[in-house]
């Protein structure tokens, strides 16, 4: 009965890798969003997507592509992975306006 | 952009005792929500609280709109209390990013 997830929990990888993270949410939320957490815990939006239409793109460089397949689900593929990508991503969805995240993808790229 | 300032960065309480975290930013704002992030990297919504008061067991919080800042209180802190705290608002509802503070860590010692 989980209500926001992800997969994997950890992605360790070399660099110039293509990878991608999954996330669904159950919660029949119109709204989820991507965040990337970095080493000094600073969490910053990358995007967010309202009823599989992108509403927000934070200036994230051209190698990640959110994909929204139906409104439950926002995946994340990554090409071309660099040593900088390392961190934790977060999926998160709204319905109003309160946000709930999922448990995170620790990604490590080597 | 929108600036988040959270005081104090870190904090350290014996179990029991209480404690006041604040959130300031730096224009109006129509969604402010407080987050707890455990030990165990999970984060979790406490309040979304624009304005006014809430109360959720031992924790509560309030937001003075007028005067841009939050503050979050923890009543006889426990162990399981220990994490960062992150306050994060949003200017404009929905379309506009969720901009996070810097967070403030608390340590709950027995």
């Known amino acids: 009965d989980t209500a926001v997830s992800q997969t994997p929990k950890y992605l360790v990888t070399q660099m110039g890798n293509d990878k991608s993270i999954k996330c669904e949410q159950n919660?029949?939320?119109?709204?989820m969003y991507w965040y990337k957490q970095d080493s000094k815990k600073f969490l910053k939006i990358m995007f967010s997507y309202n009823n599989k239409e992108l509403i927000i793109n934070e200036t994230v460089p051209n190698r990640f592509s959110p994909k929204s397949p139906d409104k439950a689900h926002l995946n994340l593929h990554i090409n071309s992975l660099e040593l900088g990508d390392s961190a934790v991503y977060f999926c998160?969805?709204?319905?109003?306006?309160?946000?709930?995240f999922g448990p995170g993808t620790r990604l490590t790229v080597l | 952009g929108i600036q988040v300032e959270q005081s104090p960065p870190d904090l350290i309480l014996q179990e029991g005792a209480n404690s006041t975290l604040r959130c300031n930013f730096s224009d109006s704002v129509n969604n402010l929500q407080w987050f707890h992030q455990n030990p165990w990297g999970q984060l979790i919504n406490l309040f979304y609280?624009?304005?006014g008061t809430k109360q959720n067991g031992r924790l509560s919080a309030t937001t003075v709109a007028t005067e841009r800042y939050s503050l979050l209180y923890i009543s006889s802190s426990q162990t399981t209390d220990s994490g960062v705290y992150f306050c994060?608002?949003?200017?404009?509802?929905?379309?506009?990013?969720?901009?996070f503070g810097k967070g403030t860590r608390l340590s709950v010692i027995a």
């Open positions: 919660l029949g939320h119109d709204t």
């Open positions: 994060a608002v949003e200017r404009f509802s929905g379309n506009t990013p969720l901009v």
């Open positions: 609280i624009p304005s």
């Open positions: 998160a969805s709204s319905q109003l306006l309160q946000q709930f």
